[in-house]
């Protein structure tokens, strides 16, 4: 019964979607485990840290954007600021918080893709 769930919410093995370079759900399951068509074969528990590994990398990558946004948005700050000083200190912790968020995530996207290719 969870086989044919899993199954379902495959995509096609052939060429995996890239979207913003988000990896696919099931990238650091086996091949063995994967079949051409993307049919997820022999599905154990034992797969389900493989299958949080891969989620955990998604959540960074969008956690990176959502930083990069935060970076922009302080630049608008910037500009809206028009000197006041109030607000450009402002603006500044913005643009230096989400530089730390960001360093954050890529470390730890890093750190997430050399653990899960060591496992495979």
Request: charged letters at 10%; a neutral charge; one cysteine or more.
């Amino acid at each position: 019964m969870f086989e044919s769930i899993v199954t379902q919410f495959a995509a096609t093995c052939a060429h995996p979607p890239n979207f913003f370079g988000f990896p696919v759900w099931y990238r650091y399951l086996s091949q063995a485990n994967v079949a051409g068509n993307c049919e997820i074969t022999n599905f154990q528990i034992s797969d389900i840290p493989l299958v949080a590994l891969a989620l955990v990398e998604i959540a960074l990558r969008v956690a990176a954007l959502v930083a990069v946004g935060y970076i922009m948005y302080g630049g608008i700050q910037f500009v809206v600021a028009q000197g006041e000083s109030d607000k450009t200190k402002k603006a500044r912790q913005t643009v230096i918080n989400a530089l730390i968020g960001l360093v954050i995530a890529l470390s730890a996207t890093a750190i997430v893709a050399f653990i899960g290719s060591r496992l495979v």
